[in-house]
C-alpha cells in the first residue's frame, strides 16, 4: 500500500465536482445553546442520501477510476457506514459491492448495505482491523479499496472542510469524530489551505483512543480498548500509513465518554431535531467538555445510523449496551 500524502486542494476540488450531480451540499446551522464565548455550528453530515458522510469518499474513490479496474466490483472493509457508501457508490455505476464487517456492526448498517444489493462477509475483529492495515485478502478479485488511506478517500473527505470554509471563512476551530483518521485528516487538509487559524481537533471515545495516546507519545503505540456502544471511532491504533499526514494536520485530540456523548445525543434531539448516532454526537459532546476552546466552532455530524433500541435508550436517558 503506498503511504497517502496530504489531499492537495486540487484533488479535493476535483472529488467535489465528481461527488456533486450525486451529493446534495449539507448545511452549516448554528446550535443555539448560550454560550456567551463560543458559537457552535453543526455541519449535517446525516442528511447525505445513506444518512453518513462516507458517501462522498466512497463516490469519489469509485468515479475517480478507471471503469475497467471496476469490472469486478468493489470491496472495502467497514464497521458500517462506508461499506452503507461503497454499496450505494456501487450500485450508481452498476457493478458488484462486497463489505468486510465485523458481528457486532449495527444492524441498521448490515441491513442498509444489503438493501442496495452489497454482499455481507462476516470476518473477526482483529482480521477486520488487518484487512485496513493492510493485509492481503486470500479470496478477493473485487477492487479493495481502503476506507483509511486511499488518497481519493482523502480527497472526497476533504469536501466537507471545504463546505465548512465557504459557509464560515472565520471559522476557529473544527472538530471531527476519529475513527481510522481518514475524515479528519480530508477536513483538515482543507480547512488549513483555507485558513490559516483555524485548529482541527480529533474526537475519540475514550473505550479505544489511539490519537490521544499517540499524540502525546509522539509515535504510534498500541493501547487497549473497552467495549462500547460507540462504533464507528475507536481502534487498537492508528493505521501507520496516515500517521505522517496526520501528525502535520490535527492540533490534537480530544476523548469523550460514553455519557458524555449520549448527553450530545439528547442535546441535538431537544434542540436542533437532529438524529445522530454516537460518533456523529462525539463532536458536540468535545465541544461542550472543552470550554478553552472559543469562537465559532464547527462540529461535524457525522452520521446518523443507530439501531432504534439503542437510540430509545438514549432518548430515555440511558447508555446503550456495548
Not at 72 to 88: E, H, I, L, P, R
Not at 193 to 210: H, T, Y
Not at 212 to 217: D, H, P
Amino acid at each position: 500500500m503506498t503511504a497517502p500524502y496530504r489531499p492537495t486542494p486540487d484533488e479535493i476540488t476535483d472529488a467535489r465536482k465528481r461527488i456533486a450531480p450525486h451529493f446534495a451540499r449539507t448545511p452549516l446551522v448554528r446550535l443555539d445553546h448560550g454560550f456567551p464565548d463560543r458559537q457552535i455550528f453543526l455541519k449535517l453530515e446525516m442528511l447525505s442520501p445513506i444518512g453518513a458522510f462516507k458517501l462522498r469518499p466512497a463516490l469519489n474513490a469509485v468515479l475517480s477510476r478507471d471503469p475497467a479496474v471496476l469490472a469486478n466490483g468493489v470491496a472495502v472493509t467497514s464497521s458500517g457506514n462506508m461499506a452503507y457508501g461503497m454499496a450505494w457508490a456501487a450500485r450508481l455505476i452498476g457493478v458488484p459491492m462486497v463489505a468486510y464487517m465485523y458481528r457486532g456492526a449495527p444492524q441498521t448498517k448490515i441491513d442498509g448495505v444489503r438493501a442496495l444489493g452489497g454482499e455481507v462477509r462476516f470476518i473477526s475483529v482483529e482480521t477486520w482491523w488487518e484487512y485496513i492495515t493492510d493485509a492481503d485478502r486470500p479470496d478477493g478479485r473485487e477492487l479493495l479499496i481502503n476506507p483509511v488511506t486511499d488518497q481519493a478517500v482523502l480527497a472526497g473527505n476533504g469536501s466537507i472542510g471545504m463546505e465548512i470554509v465557504e459557509d464560515l471563512p472565520d471559522v476557529d476551530v473544527v472538530l471531527t469524530p476519529f475513527g481510522g483518521g481518514s475524515m479528519t485528516t480530508g477536513v483538515a487538509s482543507a480547512v488549513k489551505s483555507a485558513s490559516g487559524r483555524c485548529r482541527v481537533f480529533a474526537v475519540e471515545d475514550d473505550s479505544a483512543a489511539p490519537i490521544s495516546a499517540t499524540l502525546a507519545a509522539g509515535r504510534i503505540v498500541t493501547i487497549e480498548t473497552r467495549p462500547s456502544f460507540i462504533k464507528s471511532i475507536g481502534a487498537p491504533s492508528l493505521v501507520p500509513q496516515l500517521w505522517p499526514v496526520a501528525r502535520e494536520l490535527i492540533d490534537g485530540a480530544i476523548a469523550v465518554s460514553p455519557a458524555e456523548v449520549t448527553e450530545a445525543m439528547r442535546l441535538l434531539f431537544k434542540k436542533a431535531k437532529v438524529v445522530a448516532e454516537g460518533a456523529g454526537a462525539a463532536s458536540l459532546a468535545a465541544a461542550i467538555a472543552r470550554p478553552d476552546l472559543k469562537g465559532n466552532i464547527v462540529c461535524v455530524i457525522s452520521g446518523g445510523n443507530i439501531d432504534e433500541s439503542a437510540y430509545s435508550t438514549v432518548l430515555a436517558g440511558g447508555i446503550p449496551p456495548a
